[in-house]
């Protein structure tokens, strides 16, 4: 008797957005960017964050806390819910410096960011 299975072909999930290659998690879609097109590519939450942080800028300030970026991402985005913001502003914000979009300084026990030109 001989077993028959099915074989189910999956399609990537990703698209690089510069010459089309297909990944199947966004991780390798991510290393591809950056190694062969020498770009960051920002999930939605990352960009939102980064626009937040850009219109504290445009308000004057060099340097600003979590909570600043917080308030202010609040106010852009007003469906915004839940108890955990906080803590994933607080994330994506040391992302954005592991990436080398922000930069990070600390004054007096205080994380400050601001936008690297």
């Given at each position: 008797m001989v077993k028959r299975s099915r074989v189910i072909d999956v399609p990537p999930l990703y698209r690089?957005?510069?010459?089309?290659?297909?990944?199947?998690?966004?991780?390798?879609?991510?290393q591809h960017a950056k190694h062969r097109h020498n770009v960051m590519l920002l999930?939605?939450?990352?960009?939102?964050?980064?626009?937040?942080?850009?219109?504290?800028?445009e308000e004057g300030y060099e340097w600003f806390s979590s909570s600043?970026?917080?308030?202010?991402?609040?106010?852009?985005?007003?469906?915004?819910?839940g108890r955990r913001l906080i803590n994933?502003?607080?994330h994506t914000l040391h992302t954005l410096v592991r990436?080398?979009?922000?930069e990070m300084s600390?004054?007096?026990?205080?994380?400050?960011?601001?936008?690297?030109?």
């Amino acid at each position: 008797m001989v077993k028959r299975s099915r074989v189910i072909d999956v399609p990537p999930l990703y698209r690089c957005p510069y010459c089309g290659k297909r990944f199947y998690n966004f991780g390798n879609l991510f290393q591809h960017a950056k190694h062969r097109h020498n770009v960051m590519l920002l999930t939605g939450t990352q960009y939102r964050v980064l626009l937040s942080c850009k219109r504290l800028r445009e308000e004057g300030y060099e340097w600003f806390s979590s909570s600043d970026v917080y308030r202010t991402y609040r106010e852009m985005f007003h469906n915004v819910k839940g108890r955990r913001l906080i803590n994933m502003i607080r994330h994506t914000l040391h992302t954005l410096v592991r990436k080398g979009i922000l930069e990070m300084s600390r004054k007096s026990d205080v994380l400050l960011f601001r936008v690297r030109d």
